[in-house]
């Protein structure tokens, strides 16, 4: 059974029910005079994102890091290092 919201609720919290449908990945229903007249549905599954930003930053590191021949591949670490951290505060 999907939460039930008014659209009172909705017009005041709209941000906080959007957090919430994204990050519990369950629907909500709008009611509006004790009816159901909208629902509020993730878009996981409707919209396919290629990666996320740490996959991304990853595949990046992964093509440019150490592209030199002549260099030591000591930037995929220094940039490992740069990332874990840059995760760790998230």
């Known amino acids: 059974m999907n939460k039930k919201v008014t659209a009172t609720e909705l017009k005041r919290n709209t941000a906080k029910i ?7 990945t369950k ?14 549905i993730p878009a996981i599954g409707l919209v396919t994102y290629s990666e996320t930003k740490k996959e991304k ?4 590191r992964d ?3 150490g592209s030199m021949p002549n260099f030591p591949d000591v930037t995929k670490d ?5 990332l874990d951290k840059l ?4």
């Open 18 to 24: 959007l957090n919430e449908v994204i990050y519990t």
């Open 27 to 40: 629907p909500i229903d709008i009611y509006k005079y004790g009816e159901v007249v909208a629902s509020i």
């Open 57 to 60: 930053l990853f595949r990046l």
């Open 63 to 65: 093509k440019y890091a």
């Open 78 to 82: 220094r940039v490992n290092k740069d």
């Open 87 to 90: 995760y760790q505060k998230t």
